[in-house]
Each structure stands twice: as structure tokens, then as C-alpha cells.
């Protein structure tokens, strides 16, 4: 039996199969769901209705979970919208900042990759400058440098702690 169509129009201009194509493509499915419950071997289902081996194992994972209405149609895929609920969930995460989803991690991965490419430090002044141009390269073009000195006061502070008594203060 040759059930998958061959004529099937897949990514037309609009993208995608046309609605004739879901039916078509649904009637194989469902061809193969009643296969399942005569108990055909995949292969076998695969050979006749002219498709891949795993895309009949989906098909049937997917029959046993739900039967054969979970090998049904679901309509034409489109971009997913955002309801007004999900809209506003996305802003307020967007307003909790950078700091609450992982930003500052980045950061933190931005300076261990620096200190890894770089290996060793004949001192410790090396090793804050090399923190000091990864926390730079943040902000390229200088525009943000008063925010960054402003910012380097924290990493700094937990220097002198950290490394209590091996770093020496200077004027600036």
C-alpha cells in the first residue's frame, strides 16, 4: 500500500504543509495507529506507508501515551504570542535586572576564562590587572568606564580581604 502522498506541498510561501498536506500526512498516521493495534512490526509500517524508521517509533510512543488521537493533527505550527498574562510575566522578570538572572555569574565566567587563558601571575598586581581589562572588555568603548570605577571598589574590597596583607594600597 503506498499511503504517504508524494504530492504533498511542504513550505509553500506561507511556510510549512498546506492544510490538504496535514490531512494527508494525519490519514498515514492514523493508517499506522490501526497497524499498532494489529501489532506490525515498525519496520514493516515504515516500508508501506514510505517513511522513516523513527519517525514511526515516534508515532508509536506517541500511541501508546495517548492513542490515536495523540497521532491527530495539531493544525499549522506559527510563531507562539504572548497572552497580556504571559506579557506581563516577561516584564517583570525583565524588571527584576540582570543581577537576578545570572548576570553576575557572567561576569564571574568572564574573569575565570580570562585568568585561565592567561595561566600564571608573576605577581599580584598582574592578576588585578587581568581581572581589571576582563571587567573592562565588558564595556568596550569606554562609556561606561565612571560606572565600571564606580563598580570596582566591590571586587577590590573582597581582594584585600581574600588576600589580606599581599596586596599593597595605593594613593589613587
Known amino acids: ?19 490538504a498536506g496535514r490531512d494527508k500526512r494525519e490519514q498515514v498516521r492514523m493508517q499506522a495507529a490501526q497497524w499498532f493495534t ?22 508509536r510512543r506517541a500511541w501508546r501515551e495517548g492513542g490515536a488521537e495523540a497521532l ?10 504572548l497572552d497580556r498574562a504571559a506579557f506581563a510575566q516577561l516584564e517583570a522578570e525583565l524588571n527584576r535586572g540582570p543581577a ?27 592578576a588585578m590587572k587581568c581581572v581589571y581589562m576582563a571587567l573592562m572588555s565588558l564595556d568596550p568603548t569606554g562609556k561606561g568606564r565612571k560606572r565600571w570605577t564606580m563598580r570596582w571598589k566591590a571586587p577590590l574590597n573582597a581582594f584585600q580581604i581574600e588576600f589580606e596583607g599581599r596586596l599593597t594600597p595605593t594613593a589613587n
Open 1 to 19: 500500500m503506498q499511503a504517504y502522498a508524494g504530492d504533498m506541498t511542504r513550505y509553500p510561501q506561507g511556510g510549512g504543509m498546506t492544510a
Open 38 to 59: 494489529e501489532g506490525r512490526p515498525n519496520a514493516r509500517i515504515a516500508a508501506d506507508l514510505r517513511v522513516g524508521l523513527r519517525q514511526v517509533e515516534k508515532w
Open 72 to 81: 491527530r493533527s495539531k493544525g499549522p505550527h506559527g510563531r507562539p504570542r
Open 100 to 126: 537576578a538572572h545570572g548576570w553576575a555569574q557572567s561576569v564571574n565566567a568572564r574573569i575565570r576564562k580570562a585568568v585561565r587563558a592567561r595561566g600564571h601571575f608573576p605577581n599580584e598586581a598582574a
